[in-house]
């Protein structure tokens, strides 16, 4: 099989090879190609030591990314390339990185290093593709299988244990048995593993087309990075609302959901406190009063713990404590949320609201459903509506308002409360209706 590789990479190996190196194209982009995907990146390896890498691109803007390891960022025509020298890895008592490496010129010493059989190729014209591990083979099969002894990949470098989880789900594939029983005797290595490096596997995880099966088979990984989530698993809701347990509930509407890393997310962490706040009625009915509010409360620590950022730490946790509103068509009320929030942030919520019937019993979804939709036409009536949301948009000045008595600290309750009065449809947004509505009331706390 032939791999059109882009110019750059015809260009980079090109390069070395005049200079008597070996050079490929290596890993995922093989994999990628292989499968008819467009890859993300390329990366390459050579024979060249990264001394002798640089010697080569004598010209180009060269940068020692990862010169301890073999690693050196080539520019070309604008692209980054990073080439690194193929090697054998010493130990690894980190569970993370090896404590050195051997440079080799030997490709299948190279590959047999590597995590996975899909990722152990490598290609150049003129050889074709180097598949010592059978990575086509298990393309094929759509099988997710370590090079050589799982148990010996996983302790090595324990991210490939929810590297596996992340590329079944991905993919769509499933993982090898023996691998399978890897991950499952060695999850707890990940506690060995920086946080934010989780948070990157794990969103791209949850947008994976397999991550239905990927939380239902492989839970326990989940409930060790996120242990809050454990009591999920099993618990009844008591409801006729709900078919399923709070963790089956919870998958759902992951799988149901927009598939963008905030919805995701949310979605995985919107139930969170649901059994912290369940209550037994005398007719034997669940009630989970406050779990939206308190959820929220548990997935800032959570997305904190994992480095997420601020602004998606706000964008998630605003979903999760609205993500029990009913939306009943009052327009005058959903204005109102999305002043105190956003619109785009309504708009989240009621689409959120709306995947999420679909993980609840099937005979209440038509009706709220539409509801939904129904909502979310009013968000953009609203938008299209000029309606001020926020004080900043009202027709006036804060500073206006000292000439008809307001004192400057009481400037901002009065302009909220003028805000307020606009979107209740009780005076328009105009200078001259702003300032008879204050005037007449005059808020001084």
């Known amino acids: 099989m032939n791999i059109e590789c882009p110019k750059y990479i015809n260009t980079a190996v090109l ?13 995922g982009c093989v994999r990628d190609t292989i499968m008819g995907n467009t890859p993300n990146d390329w ?4 024979s060249a030591t990264p001394e002798e890498t640089i010697r080569t691109f004598h010209g180009y803007k060269t940068i020692p990314t990862g ?9 070309i025509d604008g692209n980054p390339v990073e080439i690194t020298t193929m090697r054998i890895d010493g130990e690894y008592t980190d569970n993370r990185r090896p404590d050195e490496v051997i440079f080799t010129e030997k490709i299948e010493e190279d590959l047999s290093r590597r995590d996975f059989t899909v990722n152990a190729m490598a290609y150049n014209n003129d050889k074709g593709i180097i598949d ?15 090079v050589g002894n799982p148990d010996k990949r996983f302790n090595e470098d324990a991210l490939r244990i929810i590297r596996a989880l992340r590329f079944a789900s991905v993919l769509g594939f499933d993982i090898d048995n023996d691998t399978a029983e890897s991950i499952r005797n060695n999850y707890t290595l990940l506690g060995n593993v920086a946080k934010e490096r989780i948070r990157v596997e794990l969103i791209k995880l949850l947008s994976g087309k397999n991550v239905e099966k990927i939380l ?4 326990d990984i989940f409930f060790f990075i996120i242990p809050q989530l454990k009591k999920l698993d099993g618990f009844d809701q008591h409801t006729q609302y709900h078919i399923y347990d709070v963790w089956t509930h919870t998958i759902k509407v992951v799988v149901n959901c927009e598939n963008t890393p905030i ?14 706040c369940f209550v037994l009625d005398k007719k034997g009915t669940g009630h989970f009063k406050g779990h939206p509010q308190k959820g929220a409360e548990t997935a800032y620590g959570i997305l904190k713990d994992l480095r997420f950022s601020n602004a998606e730490i706000k964008d998630i946790c605003d979903i999760i404590a609205l993500h029990d509103e009913r939306p009943d068509g009052n327009k005058i009320k959903l204005a109102h949320l999305c002043s105190d929030y956003s619109t785009n942030t309504l708009t989240r919520v009621m689409k959120f609201i709306k995947a999420e019937l679909y993980a609840k019993n099937p005979n209440f979804i038509e009706e709220d459903s539409k509801k939904c939709d129904t909502a979310l036409e009013q968000i953009e009536e ?5 309606i001020p949301l926020k004080t900043q948009e009202l027709a006036i000045k804060g500073i206006e308002l000292l000439d008809i008595g307001v004192k400057s600290n009481q400037i901002g309750i009065n302009l909220f409360k003028a805000l307020n009065a606009i979107i209740d449809e009780k005076i328009s947004n105009d200078r001259e209706s702003i300032l008879g509505y204050i005037k007449e009331h005059l808020w001084d706390e």
Do not use: W
């Open 216 to 219: 239902t088979e492989f839970k």
């Open 43 to 46: 990366d390459m390896t050579t």
């Open 67 to 75: 010169i301890q390891h073999g690693t050196v960022t080539v520019i």
């Open 15 to 27: 390069l070395l090879s005049k200079r008597g190196f070996d050079a490929y194209a290596v890993g």
């Open 382 to 386: 609203i938008k299209r509506s000029n």
């Open 263 to 276: 919805m995701r997310v949310a979605a995985l962490l919107h139930d969170v406190e649901k059994p912290s």
């Open 132 to 146: 010592p591990f059978d990575g086509q083979g298990d393309i094929k099969r759509k099988i997710i299988k370590c």
